[in-house]
């Protein structure tokens, strides 16, 4: 093997070479960059012609003499060698696929020296036909731990988000962190514990109110998030109470004449003063500004409105005397009117029926499901100990179907299943009448998820029934913005849900906890007291189920009405009577 130089354009294609598939466009410029810059580190590898030839035959490096030629160098570096028997093609073959590119660790590794040696990163650049931003993002290997760095350097490299959080803790905090998430020999390391260990909660300048002269003021330290994308401001800090400081005093002294500084709350929507009306249109003069910080730490604005204070009697008589009607104050609409309530009534039993008939129920459930049943609102059982044994004609048909020929109770489990369905679809309802099962109704509809079986109430008769704010609460979630007028904004969220379901969280089955708590206790106290203290709680219309319209008729004239249903001749073997 011998060093010679030779004009690029004497070489010889090897029509033998291994490579014939064309680099890419890409690739090609970052080489051309490279040759350019600091020419052609390796040589190619060239042999003599056969038979005698003067010529030069490329065994490897055809896209390093190509792209040499495209630079305008006149003469290049190589390295002729003796030609093998198989015209190179061996060398060739074993040349491409036993090269292999340098890791992160060796790469960050060689760039290091190239700094020491009087390199700027820059230049590092240019010569690698990198981003200067892919040099700043290697070197943040110095800040990673030696012990994980070795570990790195095997091939098991974390991810850059990962490497990012790694390289931004002390290295005392990566030290104990490594000591309790090191892997063990030939395992890989849980890169995704390591960084979740180290993580640290980000504040990011660019939703900062404040200046620089805050930042300096709370010994804020902006630092840049290398792996963001280059064209945003990335810097942020870690220093979270600052951050917030900063905030606060921002706002302390930007706040409008008629404003206020408010919490959050648990949703992260601000604490407005009691009574406070929120505006989501355009402010009048009269509304007042809130200011508050949102979970990531920006300042938000929110608009509100303080209802007109009361007048005295004496001025309100005053007003009387002299005509005017200011003093009156309009009583709030409710969220939902009384036909809205209606329809959440039929929508809830609708559902809830679909669900008994077609939901899966395990057997436990079901059983489960007709014990509450009966003890409904709408439901009766009397007593056959005391002498009184009435049936429903509409339960007895489903009970029926449960004996054999010979009017032995002998069913099998499917019609068991099928019966107990139909019993609970006729003993279950939501409606606002004598029918409402109460609070039982709600407990099985959410056990047995009749909630996915409502319908888009997203349409003109429902959100109709809705008050404004109600009306306005349900944009949220979607790309709506409360209009000025309720009916603009009523018939934008009816264009919106044509193409989605929206179901009215006060339409949902499951019960307020304080409800069913109420409902838990009362069985309680019906369950440790004597028969009479029993009978006394079960007169009360509402003691199994929420006041809101139940509806129940009096003992008595249920009483009537079974005595005259089994006057007609009904069987009577099951002692339950539905209204």
Known sequence: MRHMKIDPRALKDNPDNTRQTKSSPQGDALLLATIKAVGIIQPPVVFAEPD?????IIEAGHRRRRLAVAAGLEEIDVLVVDAADDNGAMRSMVENIAREPLNPIDQWRGIERLVALGWTEEAIAVALTLPVRQIRKLRLLANVLPAMLDHMAKGDMPSEPQLRTIAAASLDEQKEVWKAHKPKKGDTASWWSVANALTKKRMYAKDASFGDDLAQAYGIEWVEDLFAPADEDSRYTTNVEAYLGAQQEWMTSNLPKKGAIVEVNNWGQPELPKKAERVYGKPGKGDSTALYLDREGKVQTAHFRLPEAKKTKSSAADDVGNGSDDGIIAKPRADVTQKGQDMIGDFRTDALHEALGRAPIEDDMLMAL???????????????????ILGSKRLTRHAVHLFDQDGRLAADMDSLRVAARSVLIEVF??????????IVSRIAGSAIGADTFLPNMGTEDFLACLSRTALEASCEGTSIVPRPKVRETRAALVEQFRQERFVHPSALFAPVDTELADWIKRGEVIEGDDADAAESVEADPHYLGPTEDSGAADPTELADAEA??????EDTAFGIAAE
């Open 52 to 56: 005698g030839g003067n010529g030069y």
């Open 429 to 438: 309802s939501c409606r606002r009448n004598m029918s409402n099962s109460g």
């Open 370 to 388: 007709l014990v509450i049943g009966f003890a409904g609102l709408n439901v009766r059982v009397d007593s056959g100990t005391a002498g009184s």
């Open 564 to 569: 005259t249903e089994n006057s007609e001749g």
